[in-house]
């Protein structure tokens, strides 16, 4: 068992990273590929360094399966555009006036929601085509132009030769947190509504968009020409309620989660019993024992709040964090577990032997969601591709 642990241990490495299995990105990507109807694009959503699984290594892996990749802002863009990526890249979040040159120089469509907005990308567009996607406000309460406003910003785009009206999107506020969706069905209906009120001006943009993976995962009526999957791509499953849902549908989706974290034992202590763990004093030995000092703390994105109940793999077993998370290192109680010693491989997320530890796990602890449990992994950490 014991070489197990050593297998991928980084030769002259860093003491924490992240391994990403390409066979499992490619898998769920194909998975949700075959979801669709043929002609119904699938993009993926890279924002955030691929919610913190790497967006160079994720983009890479996926770009032969899939059609369109979504980002945040123009620097994750642009780190696409320079590695390779040549699927149509779209930005998600507010492009400031002052980034849009850098967008329509690049080739990166963007998401506008003001005539403000418009204004200001035909202004950067000098000569340049700029690909744009209005985001209606369905019930979201976030980014988007209201119904009333909508012809404005649709007219704002159509009186400019340099302004090209691409796709029309929205989001759902909760499609994926409850299994009764009378509310997912309110917006829905309101985004058909926007998509009438263009139509009655004679304009209707190409990509229509308004899923997300739940809504991808479980509503056909919601794909239209494009589905946007992040959190899925991923293996992870947007929230129980989803999975319990999907499977009662009879609709199969085998996940497979892509992330692996690790780090190493710095030093194993022999602690006797009653001995205080870490600042504060919080927590102390509860017998004569043994402590692993781990090489990661919240810094590297182990959040605080997993002191004294955080669970990680060492040696096909489980041991229990010890006393705070400080902000480079933590303890944790390997006193059952024989032969622990100095840069023996330790599993924070991810599976050795029958055991794991998923960010699902983690973030029931700290009382969050999978989806910050892996953003927040330090992006200075190097993602390995496996």
């Known amino acids: 068992m014991e070489g197990v642990y050593w297998e991928r241990m980084p030769k002259n490495g860093p003491k924490t990273w992240v391994e990403v299995s390409r066979s499992a990105l490619i898998a769920n990507a194909k998975a949700f590929k075959r979801r669709v109807k043929p002609g119904v694009a699938v993009m993926a959503v890279v924002k955030s360094n691929a919610y913190g699984h790497g967006l160079v290594e994720v983009a890479k892996t996926v770009q032969p399966h899939l059609d369109w990749f979504g980002v945040d802002n123009v620097d994750e863009g642009l780190v696409l555009k320079k590695a390779g990526i040549k699927k149509p890249i779209l930005i998600l979040g507010f492009t400031p006036s002052w980034r ?60 400019s030769k340099q302004l090209v009206f691409e796709g029309l999107s929205t989001h759902y506020a909760n499609i994926e947190d409850a299994t009764e969706h009378s509310y997912a069905a309110g917006q829905l209906e309101a985004y058909q509504n926007a998509l009438d009120i263009l139509d009655a001006h004679g304009i209707m943009p190409p990509v229509k968009h308004t899923a997300c993976t739940a ?124 032969g622990v010693k100095a840069e023996d491989e330790v599993i924070l997320i991810g599976a050795s032997g029958k055991l794991s ?30």
């Open 100 to 159: 849009m040159k850098d967008a329509v120089r690049a080739g990166l469509r963007m998401v506008v929601s003001t005539v403000e907005q418009v204004k200001a990308a035909r202004a950067a567009a000098k000569g340049k085509k700029a690909y744009l996607h209005v985001k209606v406000e369905t019930g979201t309460t976030r980014q988007g132009t209201g119904l009333r406003e909508l012809p404005a910003v649709a007219q704002a785009i159509r009186v």
């Open 215 to 338: 809504a991808a995962m479980m509503y056909p009526d919601t794909h239209f020409d494009m589905v946007r999957v992040g959190i899925g791509l991923y293996g992870i499953w947007p929230s129980l309620e989803t999975r319990v849902e999907t499977e009662a549908k009879g609709i199969e989706f085998d996940l497979k989660p892509a992330l692996a974290w690790k780090t190493l034992v710095a030093q194993v202590k022999d602690v006797k019993r009653g001995t205080p763990i870490s600042y504060g004093l919080t927590e102390n030995m509860p017998r004569d024992g043994k402590i692993a000092v781990i090489g990661l703390g919240y810094w590297d994105g182990f959040d605080r709040g997993l002191s004294s109940v955080g669970e990680v793999l060492v040696r096909g077993r489980k041991a229990k964090v010890m006393g705070r998370v400080c902000m480079n290192m933590c303890m944790i109680d390997v006193s059952d577990i024989p």
């Open 357 to 386: 530890v998923s960010a699902d796990d983690m973030a029931k602890k700290l009382g969050t969601i999978a989806y910050e449990v892996v953003t927040r992994i330090n992006p200075l950490a190097p993602r390995e591709l496996v």
